[in-house]
């Protein structure tokens, strides 16, 4: 087994999508990788969302992650736009506890939140407050996130590779090409 700093250097190294500017960014992406890899295999829901501007993304995002093209498992993932169609209302801390009491009941077992989009969204309030949190976040270095810049002309295309490179890292632990072990 390898490690998965040194697994995930090489799958950089070897796709053919141009990811050279991921090999210095790899020391920021596999901690928060490993511990989103880790909630996967203990079988918590995936709730994905965005900020308005990357709604296409979580959609390729939940498409991608669980095509059955894969040949895996499928994945407990969804959407929270989906779950909850006025999202967009929730506006307190009163309302985002709502929402937070659905989704205990709704996945006893536990869930992470996975967001894309910008920190200063009204919907990243939702996941901020979450201990559970895989965090891909515009413009503003947050503990414990991945930093992107919403400026960056290839943002877009950043963003797909960043969901290829998650696919084949949750293909590596489920196919035993790395172990829980080498996820820290």
């Known amino acids: 087994m390898q490690k998965f700093l040194q697994w995930t250097l090489e799958a950089i190294r070897e796709d053919d999508a141009l990811m050279s500017w991921m090999e210095e960014k790899r020391f920021e992406w596999v901690p928060l990788v490993s511990s989103a890899l880790k909630s996967v295999l203990l079988g918590h829901t995936f ?9 296409w993304f979580g959609k390729y995002l939940s498409q ?16 929270l736009d989906e779950l909850c169609i ?6 307190s801390k009163e309302k985002i506890a709502m929402i937070e009491d659905m989704l205990m009941v709704a996945f006893p077992n536990g869930y992470t939140f996975f967001y894309i989009g910008q920190s200063s969204s009204q919907r990243a309030k939702i996941v901020k407050h979450s201990e559970r949190s895989f965090l891909w976040v515009m413009d503003e270095h947050l503990q414990n996130s991945f930093y992107l810049n919403s400026n960056d002309d290839l943002l877009d295309i950043k963003l797909i590779q ?18 829980m072990e080498d996820l820290g």
């Open 47 to 55: 709730i994905i969302l965005t900020d308005k501007k990357r709604e």
């Open 64 to 79: 991608s992650l669980n095509s059955f093209d894969k040949n895996r498992p499928l994945l407990p993932i969804v959407s």
């Open 86 to 91: 006025n999202i967009d209302e929730a506006n």
């Open 162 to 179: 960043l969901a290829r490179l998650f696919n084949k890292s949750i293909d590596a632990v489920l196919f035993n090409e790395i172990s």
